[in-house]
């Protein structure tokens, strides 16, 4: 098989185009028999990390659990029914994540693993009322996927215009259901946004920034929720361009007082591995804030830059990283980030720290009902 042709599904799996999936008695149509997807439970699909990369993966504590738990997701899958399609598909979006997540060697498995599923846009997918078996997101990831498996990136960005065609028919399917337009058209930015990264990644950068332009310039409020704006601020920063991604990031709602220029610059020369330059930025912001969510914001991104930098002993005597100080009431409503970040840093530190050593699970228990209480808070407003 060439490396820029798409697989087809098997053939010992029989297409629904030339089997009989219903049929009629005395007016009555039968229901369509399960679909047999032993194809995609075969133990060979699935491949594992050597020794030493598994080794390896243990120094970091999140993609040591990332891995941990798409093995489990293989072993289910080669012991589930081959007809239960409601675990299959579930199961492989899970793996395909966590290795897309872990590295670029995990996500060129799932790049290949992917190849299994053949060409999602087929027909042999969709039954007899022509609804796609495979659940959106999945069809969605595999795209990207099989572009990396098959190098054929202009199938990949044919794929994604094949579903924007589906997402976009589906809006205007929906259009008087407000819940399910909202649903289909922020699918269809989605993909808008998911066309112009996959340009970038070909290094069509001009071809990216046309497509942004004409992309956004639909937007409405449907999408305000869900953060397309900030997405599209970290397209343009790949573009190089600082100065729209700025009004992007302002657009999706800076808070105020907030120096926008700064965190952009800050983020730009993360982006380009610049640490030493970002951490100086990051420490200047910092000093710039007394307290709250912003300079906690600042604190993290500035000890992420330190920790590229293997300047662990500035990390440690960040003593602000204690959890009374930084995930007081005022961050309540972000507090399962920050207690991420605070725990993954702990990990990564490898030390014995003072300010660290404390009952975390209780600390996440107490703001777990102080935002039980702004939530609640905010309902009651919202119903006076």
């Known amino acids: 098989m060439s490396v820029?042709?798409?697989?087809?599904?098997?053939?010992?799996?029989?297409?629904?185009?030339?089997?009989?999936?219903?049929?009629?008695?005395?007016?009555?149509?039968?229901?369509?028999?399960?679909?047999?997807?032993?194809?995609?439970?075969d133990p060979?699909?699935?491949?594992?990390?050597?020794?030493?990369?598994?080794?390896?993966?243990?120094?970091?504590?999140?993609?040591?659990?990332?891995?941990?738990?798409?093995?489990?997701?293989?072993?289910?899958?080669?012991?589930?029914?081959?007809?239960?399609?409601?675990?299959?598909?579930?199961l492989w979006t899970i793996r395909l994540v966590c290795f897309s997540l872990i590295s670029p060697q995990t996500t060129a498995f799932a790049a290949q693993e992917i190849k299994v599923f053949g060409d999602l846009t087929s027909n042999f997918y969709r039954n007899s009322s022509f609804i796609h078996a495979v659940p959106w997101d999945l069809r969605v990831l595999a795209i990207r996927l099989q572009a990396l498996g098959f190098n054929d990136w202009r199938r990949c960005l044919e794929h994604f215009y094949m579903l924007a065609k589906e997402a976009r028919s589906e809006a205007i399917k929906?259009?008087?259901?407000?819940q399910e337009f909202k649903l289909w058209r922020n699918r269809l930015l989605d993909l808008g946004l998911r066309v112009a990264a996959a340009l970038i990644e070909i290094s069509d950068l001009d071809g990216a920034e046309r497509h942004l332009k004409s992309l956004m310039e639909e937007k409405d409020e449907v999408d305000s929720d869900i953060g397309?704006?900030?997405?599209?601020?970290?397209?343009?920063?790949?573009?190089?361009?600082?100065?729209?991604?700025?009004?992007?990031?302002?657009?999706?709602?800076?808070?105020?007082?907030?120096?926008v220029d700064t965190v952009i610059e800050g983020l730009r020369l993360m982006a380009t591995d610049d640490f030493e330059g970002a951490a100086i930025l990051w420490k200047k912001l910092v000093d710039g804030e007394k307290q709250g969510g912003r300079r906690t914001m600042y604190l993290i991104n500035m000890a992420v830059a330190?920790?590229?930098?293997?300047?662990?002993?500035?990390?440690?005597?960040?003593?602000?990283?204690?959890?009374?100080?930084?995930?007081?009431?005022?961050?309540?409503?972000?507090?399962?980030?920050l207690?991420?970040?605070?725990?993954?840093?702990?990990?990564?530190?490898?030390?014995e720290y003072e300010p660290l050593n404390l009952?975390?699970?209780?600390?996440?228990?107490?703001?777990?009902d102080e935002m039980a209480g702004v939530l609640k808070k905010r309902e009651q407003a919202a119903q006076a």
């Open 359 to 368: 009952d975390i699970r209780q600390q996440l228990e107490v703001l777990n």
């Open 174 to 178: 929906h259009r008087h259901s407000p």
């Open 4 to 41: 820029n042709t798409f697989a087809t599904a098997p053939e010992r799996v029989s297409s629904p185009a030339s089997a009989t999936s219903a049929h009629t008695i005395s007016g009555l149509t039968a229901a369509e028999p399960p679909r047999d997807y032993a194809y995609l439970l």
């Open 228 to 259: 397309f704006r900030l997405r599209e601020a970290v397209l343009y920063m790949q573009l190089g361009q600082l100065d729209t991604a700025r009004k992007c990031y302002l657009a999706n709602g800076a808070s105020e007082g907030e120096d």
């Open 339 to 351: 207690s991420f970040n605070i725990v993954t840093l702990q990990a990564l530190l490898d030390f």
């Open 44 to 90: 060979l699909i699935f491949r594992h990390l050597p020794n030493v990369e598994r080794n390896q993966l243990a120094l970091v504590p999140l993609s040591s659990h990332l891995h941990t738990l798409a093995t489990h997701c293989s072993t289910a899958l080669t012991s589930t029914a081959v007809t239960d399609s409601d675990n299959i598909f579930p």
């Open 306 to 337: 330190l920790l590229y930098l293997r300047r662990m002993p500035e990390v440690q005597a960040t003593s602000n990283f204690r959890m009374q100080s930084t995930m007081d009431r005022q961050l309540a409503y972000s507090y399962k980030s």
